[in-house]
């Protein structure tokens, strides 16, 4: 049985006292917060950090301490961090606020926050809430992009000690070295009762905008749009990957004939055994899988979105 989505908070919050959890072994995870956490409390903000114990997720540390007086969450880390810490933001209401110290930094991307943890600290002092939604499969919530396929095995030979190291080059290192081994698999795709089989590369079900580490999931794709963006790669050669590539970062493959692209607010993908499904660079669920969008659900510090 559903439950009724808790209340949101207005547009604008600022909060009054935050819990901060970071992710140390983030790629920037030693850069220095000190003067990022010093602009939220020179704006009279409380500050406390939680530093989970052994065993302790980051979503069952939001769990445990929602009850205690905080009007938000701070996550310092990457984009594997903040899907970690979904299902307890889901659950609890809490807005949250985003110090990005991974790789791609995709989410923050797509919201307009920089690199910059300053300015990134800015943003979650003034206050102003965007209302967004989440993408799901198999129960798990993911804010960018769930992907079957190339990127899912891409994210499972891609180990953390290389991402630290190389950042968005290991993306690059790991994808190329995959490239040639990778081949098609067949899938069947339900959408609104049509079932569509389909010989592909890779599946992905985009929620956000950015993925991947420069991977762009439409080209007007943003993460409160109300809609899932959903593109199946049919090559026949792994070298039309490489002739993709720049139409991928813009978000424009939809236009190659062999590319299938449409919106949805749900779909099934089933496949002849079980692979891997890729959430915001985790794996966290295998098919079949159930994607279905999960509207206006949470609410993040980030600049306004622009008009239009």
Known sequence: METAPLPLPPATTPPRRLLLLVNRQARNGGAALDEALAVLRIRGIAVEEHRCPPGQTTAEAIRARAGEGFSAVVLGGGDGTLNAAAPALLETGLPFGILPLGTANDLARSLGIGPDLVDAAR???????????LGEVN????????SIGFSAELAGELRSEAKK??????????????????????AWITQDGRVRKVRTVQISVGNGRHYGGGMTVESDAAPDDGKLDIYSLEVDHWWRLLALLPYLRRGTQGQWHDVRAFPAL????????????????EL?????????????????FAPPAPPG
């Open 123 to 133: 943003v979650i002092a003034d206050g102003h809430l965007r209302r967004i939604d």
């Open 284 to 300: 966290t669920a295998t098919t079949p899988a159930m994607f279905r969008l999960l509207p206006k659900c949470v609410s993040v």
């Open 165 to 186: 190291r190389w950042g968005k080059l290991g993306y690059a290192i790991a994808a190329f070295r995959l490239l040639r081994r990778i081949r098609p698999f067949t």
């Open 266 to 281: 749900s779909c099934a993908v089933a496949t002849r055994r079980p692979m891997p499904v890729n959430t915001d660079g």
């Open 139 to 146: 129960g798990k919530p993911f804010f960018n992009v769930a």
